[in-house]
C-alpha cells in the first residue's frame, strides 16, 4: 500500500505541534421542521455531496447537545452519537435524521465511541476523557470498564488519563488511545487484562502528538492499526503489537479518527492550517483518502494537489463547518458529520451525488 514517508528531519520540519482549545458559544436554534438539501455540491471527483446542515436537528428544551462528538451505524442502520451533554449522552437516529432513541447520563467527557460487531451481537465502547472507558450493550447496559492505567501498573496515579478513542483487533483486544494525556495507545485482552503499551508524546516517528483516533485498517489484508497524530497532521501505521511502519501525512489538516469503509479512508478535519504553525479558528472540513493513502477528496476544503508526488497543504476552502469531529459513512456513501465546539450544532449530513 503505497503511501509518503518521510525521515524524522522532514517529518520535525513540516509537523505542526500545537494544541489549545476555544470556548463553546451558546446556540438557540429549535430545530422546526427539517430544510431540504441543499443544492450546493462540495466536495472533488467523483467524492461529491449536497449539504444538509440541518438533518439531525432537534428540540434543544428537549435533547440538547454540548460537542456532537463521534457516530457509528449499527447493523439495524441506525445511526449512534455520543456526546458530553448528560441528559442524553447518547442519541440513536435513523436515517432521516429522526431520532429513534435516547440514553446516557453519566458520561460527562462522553468523546469516543466504537462499535464492535462480536459473531452477529454488537456492542459499544464509549470513552470517556473525564478518565474511563466503558463497554455497553446498545441499549446502554454497562458490561466492561477500564479505569486508570496506574490500577494496571502501566502509568503513575498522578499521571492524568483522559482517553480519546478506542478500536477493536481482530482476536478481541482493546486498544485504548489515551489522546488527551499521555498519548500512550494501551492494548487489552477483550476481557481487559493489560497487554502493553506503545506510543507516548513526542515527535519520534512512533510517538505522537495528539493521539486522537485509532482504527483497524484492513485494506491490504493484513491488518494494521492507524493512529491519529493530530498535531502532526498525520496518521502513523502499526502493527497489532505496537511496532511503528509509517506515516501518513497531510499538510494543513488536523485529523480526528480515521474511518475506513471499503477501500477508502475517511476523516473529519478539526482545523486547517492557517500560517506554518497556527490553526485557523472555527475551521474544518472532511478529508477523503483512497486505497493508496492518496486523498481524492476534502469536502468543505481545498482539492487536493500533489507536486512531485507531495501532497501540498490543505486548508477549509468553504465556510459550512466548524471542527468536523468524526465521520459516519453509511450504505449509500452519505457522510453524517459531527462537530465540537460548533455552537452546540446537531450532527450534519453530506448526500452523496
Known amino acids: 500500500m503505497p503511501t509518503q514517508k518521510m ?26 421542521a427539517k430544510p431540504k438539501l441543499s443544492e450546493e455540491v462540495i466536495g472533488h471527483g467523483k467524492f461529491k455531496y449536497r449539504v444538509h446542515l440541518h438533518w439531525g436537528d432537534l ?25 458530553d451533554e448528560t441528559k442524553n449522552n447518547i442519541l440513536i437516529y435513523d436515517k432521516s435524521g429522526k431520532l429513534l432513541d435516547f440514553w446516557g447520563t453519566s458520561f460527562e467527557g462522553g468523546h469516543g465511541l466504537t462499535l464492535w460487531n462480536a459473531g452477529g451481537e454488537e456492542f459499544l465502547f464509549i470513552c470517556d476523557t473525564t478518565g474511563s472507558v466503558v463497554k455497553t450493550t446498545l441499549d446502554g447496559k454497562e458490561l466492561l470498564r477500564l479505569e486508570h492505567p496506574s490500577k494496571y501498573g502501566a502509568l503513575d496515579a498522578d499521571q492524568p488519563f483522559r482517553p480519546t478513542e478506542t478500536t477493536i483487533g481482530p482476536n478481541g483486544d482493546i486498544y ?15 476481557a481487559g487484562e493489560f497487554i502493553r503499551k506503545f506510543g507516548g508524546q513526542g515527535d519520534e516517528d ?12 484492513n485494506r491490504s489484508g493484513n491488518p494494521t ?15 497489532l503489537d505496537g511496532t511503528y511502519l509509517e506515516t501518513i501525512f497531510l499538510p494543513g489538516a488536523f485529523v480526528c479518527r480515521p474511518v475506513i469503509d471499503d477501500d477508502n479512508l475517511y476523516a473529519g478535519v ?21 486505497k493508496d493513502n ?10 487536493p494537489k500533489y507536486r512531485k508526488g507531495e501532497l501540498q ?41
Open 7 to 32: 525521515n524524522r528531519k522532514d517529518f520535525l520540519k513540516k509537523a505542526a505541534v500545537l494544541s489549545a482549545a476555544p470556548l463553546i458559544m451558546p446556540h438557540f436554534n429549535i430545530g422546526k
Open 59 to 83: 428540540d434543544p428544551s428537549k435533547r440538547p447537545v454540548k460537542n456532537c462528538h463521534e457516530m457509528v451505524m449499527d447493523s439495524k442502520g441506525r445511526l449512534i452519537m455520543v456526546g
Open 176 to 190: 485504548v488511545a489515551d489522546g488527551y494525556a499521555s498519548n500512550f495507545v494501551y492494548q487489552f485482552t477483550q
Open 206 to 217: 512512533d510517538q505522537f502528538q495528539t493521539c486522537h483516533g485509532v482504527c483497524i485498517d
Open 225 to 239: 492499526l492507524l493512529v491519529t497524530s493530530r498535531s502532526h497532521n498525520a496518521f502513523k501505521r502499526f502493527t
Open 270 to 290: 478539526c482545523w486547517s492550517r492557517l500560517k506554518y504553525l497556527n490553526r485557523t479558528p472555527d475551521s474544518g472540513f472532511v478529508t477523503i483518502l483512497d
Open 294 to 303: 492518496k486523498v481524492v477528496s476534502n469536502p468543505g476544503g481545498t482539492a
Open 313 to 353: 497543504v490543505m486548508v477549509q476552502d468553504q465556510p459550512i463547518f466548524k471542527h468536523c469531529h468524526d465521520v459516519c459513512i453509511d450504505e449509500d456513501k452519505n457522510i453524517y458529520i459531527c462537530q465540537w465546539n460548533a455552537s452546540q450544532t446537531y450532527p450534519v449530513k453530506l448526500e452523496r451525488v
